[in-house]
């Protein structure tokens, strides 16, 4: 192999250590006020505290599957949507569905643990067609606290 192209590898090489132990400075340094910006949100109305934290997940890319359809959730509110409506979102929002096999049953799976732990809540609507459909809604940190506490004061998990 030539020297030039050995030296421009070596360079390179050098370049991609440095670039990655910046990234991981980066990546420290933005964990640090992302749990500052939860932190504080945590002393806001819950309507100001969800306004802050949908803002927060604007910043910040999904760093899965599960992340992305969440923020599709918070993002679509109590309007809610159904899991073809989901795939677009994902798929607008530049999430690559590729790495499933059935990206439309992955969703399906993934709603239906969020809707099992309290995280979003399942509605129908009318659809276009005049028939119902399902949606699946995104539950507020309000919504589901005030939903695990009985309204007669009762602990919800005896």
């Given at each position: 192999m030539p020297?030039?192209?050995?030296?421009?590898?070596?360079?390179?090489?050098?370049e991609i250590a440095q670039l990655v132990?910046?990234?991981?400075?980066?990546?420290?340094?933005?964990?640090?006020?992302?749990?500052?910006?939860?932190?504080?949100?945590?002393?806001?109305?819950?309507?100001?505290?969800e306004s802050v934290l949908?803002?927060?997940?604007?910043?910040?890319p999904p760093t899965g599957f599960t992340q992305a359809i969440r923020f599709e959730l918070r993002r679509a509110g109590q309007r809610g949507l159904t899991p073809k409506e989901m795939r677009a979102a994902l798929i607008n929002r530049g999430i690559d569905l590729h790495s499933q096999s059935n990206p439309l049953a992955s969703i399906?799976?993934?709603?239906?643990?969020?809707?099992?732990?309290g995280e979003a809540?399942?509605?129908?609507?009318?659809?276009?067609?005049?028939?119902?459909?399902?949606?699946?809604?995104w539950r507020s940190a309000g919504d589901r606290m005030a939903g695990s506490i009985p309204s007669d004061g009762a602990s919800a998990n005896p």
């Open positions: 020297v030039h192209y050995r030296n421009q590898i070596n360079e390179c090489m050098a132990q910046e990234k991981q400075g980066l990546d420290r340094r933005i964990g640090k006020l992302q749990q500052i910006v939860k932190a504080n949100a945590d002393m806001l109305s819950d309507a100001e505290k949908l803002a927060l997940d604007d910043v910040l399906h799976t993934v709603l239906k643990r969020l809707l099992a732990a809540d399942l509605q129908t609507r009318a659809a276009p067609d005049g028939k119902e459909e399902s949606v699946y809604c």
